[in-house]
T-cell receptor, first 117, second 114 residues
Framework: AQKVTQAQTEISVVEKEDVTLDCVYE???????LFWYKQPPSGELVFLIRRNSFDEQNEISGRYSWNFQKSTSSFNFTITASQVVDSAVYFCALSAQSGGGADGLTFGKGTHLIIQP | NAGVTQTPKFQVLKTGQSMTLQCAQD?????MSWYRQDPGMGLRLIHY???????DQGEVPNGYNVSRSTTEDFPLRLLSAAPSQTSVYFCASSPYPGSNQPQHFGDGTRLSIL
């Protein structure tokens, strides 16, 4: 069975601080895909990134970066120089298929990130 | 390009009432799924479909019914609503295995059962 653990329920930082959201996963599949989604206060789910199990290169997109480490089964997400607009709930998710698969994504419980001005 | 459309956006029901949450996608995706989101629980899979005429249960299927008569539509039915079904419901679609497209989500339906 697949499992995703986001141990940080809520994180509060002051604007411009860097913040890392942790994600630890469990799977028996040799091929799998990891995702991060953002859920702003408006409620929709915004896709941020997908990473497959064969690509351990770190990814950087503007102020966002992701650190994938198979040795520790972790896929952590860092926001550099955080902004108030980054305030949201962030979900880490896992699937055996690249598109999220027939049987969907396994989500973590989410981390509520609060950026204080 | 509408993507995944869910209706209604909000609904209040009384215990015991029935209701259908609608989900439609215009991307010709084979796979469609329903999730529910509860505080502190993340999103949990209710039912999913791998194509027209084929559905299966997810993690939390009890109290819900689905059918998939067309590729585009995947309605979720509550036959006798219970307060425990108060939640936000998300429909999602994704293409065939190996596609580079990630799962697309609708904007959600906020359902309250009194």
């Amino acid at each position: 069975a697949q499992k995703v653990t986001q141990a940080q329920t809520e994180i509060s930082v002051v604007e411009k601080e860097d913040v890392t959201l942790d994600c630890v996963y469990e799977t028996r599949d040799t091929t799998y895909y990891l995702f991060w989604y953002k859920q702003p206060p408006s409620g929709e789910l915004v896709f941020l990134i997908r990473r497959n199990s064969f690509d351990e290169q770190n990814e950087i997109s503007g102020r966002y970066s992701w650190n994938f480490q198979k040795s520790t089964s972790s896929f952590n997400f860092t926001i550099t120089a955080s902004q108030v607009v980054d305030s949201a709930v962030y979900f880490c998710a896992l699937s055996a298929q690249s598109g999220g698969g027939a049987d969907g994504l396994t989500f973590g419980k989410g981390t509520h990130l609060i950026i204080q001005p | 390009n509408a993507g995944v459309t869910q209706t209604p956006k909000f609904q209040v029901l009384k215990t015991g009432q029935s209701m259908t949450l609608q989900c439609a996608q215009d991307m010709n995706h084979e796979y469609m799924s329903w999730y529910r989101q509860d505080p502190g629980m993340g999103l949990r899979l209710i039912h999913y479909s791998v194509g027209a005429g084929i559905t299966d249960q997810g993690e939390v299927p009890n109290g819900y019914n689905v059918s998939r008569s067309t590729t585009e539509d995947f309605p979720l039915r509550l036959l006798s609503a219970a307060p425990s079904q108060t939640s936000v419901y998300f429909c999602a679609s994704s293409p065939y295995p190996g596609s580079n497209q990630p799962q697309h989500f609708g904007d959600g339906t906020r359902l309250s059962i009194l």
